[in-house]
DNA sequence: AGAATGCGTCAATAGTGCTGACTTAATTCT
DNA sequence: AGAATTAAGTCAGCACTATTGACGCATTCT
């Protein structure tokens, strides 16, 4: 007979499997791949006291050079304290600049120097090589499906916000 | 007239495009996609007072049951002060608990109980449907694809111990 | 017996995120 | 013009995850 102990206490010996409706192998393999992903650039990061959070901020800033603070809180979903001391540390190490807003002069806009420039540029493109690679072990349209398929896992309200992104197309002929 | 400030200080004005040999897109949506990804167990994880560690480990156990703490340490890349706090949570509030190890009775071998494995399943049930829908969103062999590509992203040293663990496990011992 | 291993724990620190509240300056609304 | 609102900066405090280094205990290996 198998056991009676119906409490909660007991010991479950046997994984779970696909089987029970949940795509665990992908779930896994997500966590996998992004931890594996960002670990370039952490790396990088820690030589200039930085986190992953300045990555993104440098990131951002460089994609879309003039936007203002409350722009860059929104894309990054974070809270202006948490951008803060992120934000602080970037101006102050030149990597970014501000300029008042021409329009509504409250406003600052953010850019980045060519030292932000090219440190964003040196964050990524081990990022962008782990994923070229990854892409031409995989047969077919990878790139499309991939594309796809990141933008398809983001929450709508949100992918409004990625494809006003300026820059489109590429990467696919470009090397 | 251009600037022609050629200090660092000098604010650039264009963004930063895919042709400067990055991949910027797919770094972009990848952020986004995993963002939005753990955004669901994030928030029920909140109910219990724990964290995106807490899913982690209970991910872990419940996938592979009976593993040693140092396998966990090992699948986990962090340290064993980190998973300290957080596994002994999970012990106290009675998801996981711990057996003697058979052989080596100083190793603890940790099983989720049915609450643990409740718990899992309801963290991973908005991620699953969250992959399923965006593949289902996505034309052809996408899922082929987007598991070869994230994969392909691990770290080579670590793609043996991803295929270790789907269900070929479990028959070498146990009555 | 002595060395090494598996685990738990203590102390201290860093990075990222949160809430709430307050200030300043500039813009908008009435 | 005066009031209300908005953009940004800042202060204080807290939570979670992660780090390094060190020590103790039980068990296993040599």
Redesign the pocket.
């Known amino acids: 007979m198998l056991k009676e102990i119906t409490a909660e206490e007991a010991p479950i010996r046997d994984a779970v499997v696909n089987e029970d409706g949940i795509d665990f192998t992908l779930i896994e393999l997500f966590f996998f791949a992004y931890r594996d992903f960002t670990s370039d650039p952490d790396q990088m990061?820690?030589e200039y006291?930085?986190?992953?959070?300045?990555?993104?901020v440098l990131h951002f800033v460089n994609r879309r050079p003039g936007l203002?603070?409350?722009?860059?809180?929104d894309v990054?979903?974070?809270?202006?304290?948490?951008?803060?001391?992120?934000?602080?540390?970037l101006?102050d190490t030149g990597h970014i600049m501000?300029l008042?807003?021409p329009?509504?002069?409250?406003?600052?806009?953010l850019y980045p120097t060519a030292r932000g420039r090219d440190l964003a540029l040196a964050l990524s493109r081990p990022q962008s090589r782990r994923i070229h690679d990854a892409l031409t072990e995989v047969d077919g349209e990878a790139r499309k499906s991939v594309e796809q398929f990141l933008k398809a896992m983001v929450n709508p309200e949100l992918r409004a916000q990625i494809d006003a992104d300026p820059s489109h197309r590429g990467a696919d002929d470009e090397e």
Chains 1, 2 share one sequence.
Do not use: N, P
Request: overall charge positive.
């Open positions: 990061l820690a006291g930085f986190g992953r959070a300045h990555h993104r203002t603070v409350a722009e860059l809180l990054l979903k974070i809270t202006k304290q948490s951008l803060a001391r992120v934000l602080k540390q101006l501000q008042q807003g329009r509504d002069r409250r406003q600052r806009e």
